[in-house]
């Protein structure tokens, strides 16, 4: 009863805070700017993306020692990162595609968006894992990158707590948030009773919000633990 209540409270708070700014990502003044909507690069071979928000303090509370410590050992603690843009089709997901780019991704393009993906053995990995199936450039992907985050605004009352967490509570206040996002358009996914990330799906042409069953289907429903970003 007193998760629950601490759940139904936590909605109420977020859904208030729903309408303030977003949170800064790091802070970093060099950051590439976002493209405008009718400049995002139209990707190929796949139905849509979706675009994975890691809760940085989980990650880090759940590795431990072996957390990256690009992303964990700093004073400027993280919230929401970007685990990666994965094109997806309706069913099931491309991965480890063969193109004509290279398999790693250039320093000078991995300080562009550190301040998104704060682990540079990360940004590699989507590239190679998921970017390599988006149809783009290296330098093409990350700007769609950029453009998908910017697109979500997340509530600055969506910080952790000390209670669980219900995922419905952290879906409405992204939905109040986020005019035209609904529940079927996302997931929360947990792991060993952590709250671990926020997957959002997104057409490939312009970044629209949209219905993603099999995505939907894969999100957790119990209240989870949210550490807090400190």
């Known amino acids: 009863m007193t998760s629950l209540r601490a759940g139904l409270c936590l909605a109420a708070t977020l859904l208030l805070a729903a309408c303030q700014p977003p949170e800064s990502s790091s802070g970093e003044a060099d950051a590439p700017p976002s493209l405008s909507a009718d400049a995002i690069p139209q990707g190929t071979g796949f139905d849509f993306y979706v675009l994975s928000l890691s809760w940085s303090p989980s990650y880090c509370q759940a590795e431990g020692e072996q957390a990256n410590r690009q992303q964990c050992g700093r004073r400027d603690p993280h919230g929401f990162v970007v685990h990666g843009l994965w094109p997806q089709f309706e069913r099931g997901y491309p991965e480890f595609c063969k193109n004509s780019e290279p398999d790693r991704v250039p320093d000078s393009l991995v300080a562009d968006y550190r301040d998104l993906i704060p682990s540079a053995g990360l940004i590699g990995h989507q590239w190679r894992k998921h970017g390599s199936c988006s149809g783009l450039s290296q330098v093409d992907y990350f700007a769609t990158t950029r453009a998908a985050r910017d697109r979500i605004t997340i509530p600055a009352a969506l910080n952790g707590d000390s209670q669980p ?31 671990r990330e926020v997957r959002i799906c997104l057409s490939k042409n312009n970044l629209d919000f949209r219905a993603c069953p099999e995505i939907d289907r894969q999100g957790c429903s119990r209240p989870a633990s949210m550490p807090e970003a400190r």
Request: aromatic fraction near 0%; include cysteine.
């Open 165 to 195: 967490v219900s995922p419905k509570a952290i879906e409405d206040a992204l939905t109040a948030a986020n005019p035209g996002l609904e529940a079927r358009d996302m997931a929360v996914s947990c792991k060993a009773g952590l709250i």
